[in-house]
């Protein structure tokens, strides 16, 4: 079936950093990515949109320069928290959803996750 | 008003009981549901689709009302393995748009 590799799995670095989360489809293209944020006892907060080779779709109150989405290619997608903050520590999850629809349901496969830690 | 709302929860049951889980949504133009498991600390996992006629896997049974924008988990004899989070989840409209998640709600199944 359709696998999305999310690396790393967890990350900590110190406050005023900057952190890239990659997801690479491995099986198939993925025409889009959607990035969600979960914060403890929380649901999952879609942040953004993204379609290959275009700009990426930021919901209301996600601020795009902090984080900063790339789809360059059908395999691989990156978000990357810039000047991370504590209030960024949060778990990260991507999305894929490929072309044909041929994952399940209807193509949404998802990475396992990071979890980022701002210290 | 959030986009899908879910019981509260957190739900402890004994091994072999029958627990529901309701949800509302508010968007009238979502065409697509599904009931997603989350384990700790875990990325989410479907658990099922479901459907306006309503549909069963096993010991666990969905209901869709559009009309009233409800969807509903039934689980039956309850097991230890299912102690998870159950989130409920729409899509934004069309099928292919991005997927929509309650809150979820906990269920603790004891011996």
């Known amino acids: 079936g359709a696998v999305v590799s999310q690396h790393p799995s967890r990350v900590i670095c110190k406050s005023g950093t900057s952190v890239k989360i990659e997801c690479r489809s491995l099986?198939?293209?993925?025409?889009?990515m959607f990035w969600y944020r979960q914060f403890p006892k929380k649901s999952l907060m879609l942040m953004a949109t993204?379609?290959?080779?275009?700009?990426?779709?930021?919901e209301q109150g996600v601020e795009k320069d902090k984080f900063l989405i790339n789809h360059a290619s059908l395999t691989l997608s990156t978000l990357t928290v810039t000047s991370a903050h504590p209030e960024d520590s949060s778990f990260y999850i991507c999305?894929?959803?490929?072309?044909?629809?041929?994952?399940?349901?209807?193509?949404?496969?998802f990475g396992s996750g990071t979890r980022l830690t701002v210290v | 008003r959030k986009e899908v709302e879910q019981d509260p929860g957190p739900f402890n049951v004994p091994e072999g009981a029958t627990v529901a889980f309701n949800c509302t949504y508010s968007?009238?133009?979502?065409?697509?549901f599904f009931w997603y498991r989350q384990d700790c600390r875990k990325e989410p996992k479907l658990l099922m689709s479901?459907?306006?006629s309503g549909n069963e896997d096993g010991r666990f049974t969905a209901q869709l009302n559009r009309a009233s924008q409800y969807i509903s988990l039934l689980i039956r004899d309850s097991k230890l393995s299912d102690s998870a989070t159950y989130l409920c989840?729409?899509?934004?409209?069309?099928?292919?748009?991005?997927?929509?998640f309650g809150k979820g709600t906990t269920l603790s199944v004891s011996s």
């Open positions: 999305s894929a959803r490929d072309g044909a629809g041929t994952g399940y349901p209807y193509g949404y496969t």
């Open positions: 099986d198939f293209q993925a025409t889009t």
């Open positions: 993204s379609n290959e080779g275009s700009k990426a779709t930021y």
């Open positions: 968007n009238s133009a979502s065409q697509s």
């Open positions: 479901v459907y306006s």
């Open positions: 989840v729409t899509s934004r409209n069309q099928a292919g748009t991005a997927l929509i």
